[in-house]
Nanobody
Framework: QVQMVESGGGLVQAGGSLSLSCTVS????????????VGWFRQAPGKEREGVAC????????VYADSVKGRFTVSRDNAKSTLYLQMSNLKPEDTAMYYC??????????????????WGQGTQVTVSS
């Protein structure tokens, strides 16, 4: 069983910054947070869910959607079983529900397919113009 709980969403003005966190609890024998590829998706009203950032074991293995490159930074603290998303220079089009997600040992392209993923409940990010 994998449980994921996001926090840190809110309302921010365009150009501002916001940080999201996701605490991950892994209760499967032989597995820990470190075994999972993790990342963030978002879904805006009327749009499909899209992958925005992914990180494997360490910061040396990250993938970002083109729309957030240079503005968002994904990181993880394996000791705390926590995933982070630092968002800067936010734009109104970043407004969405943000979900953390995890999949066991997969490369980021597979995480972004969204199948066989574990999901958090989501946290709302709203960027005003």
């Amino acid at each position: 069983q994998v449980q994921m709980v996001e926090s840190g969403g809110g309302l921010v003005q365009a150009g501002g910054s916001l940080s999201l966190s996701c605490t991950v609890s892994v209760k499967i024998d032989g597995l820990t947070f470190e075994n999972y590829t993790v990342g963030w998706f978002r879904q805006a009203p009327g749009k499909e869910r899209e992958g925005v950032a992914c990180i494997r074991w360490s910061v040396e293995s990250t993938v970002y959607a083109d729309s957030v490159k240079g503005r968002f930074t994904v990181s993880r603290d394996n000791a705390k079983s926590t995933l982070y998303l630092q968002m800067s220079n936010l734009k109104p089009e970043d407004t969405a529900m943000y979900y953390c997600t995890a999949s066991l040992g997969v490369p980021c392209p597979l995480l972004f397919r969204g199948t066989n993923n574990h999901w958090g409940q989501g946290t709302q990010v709203t960027v005003s113009s």
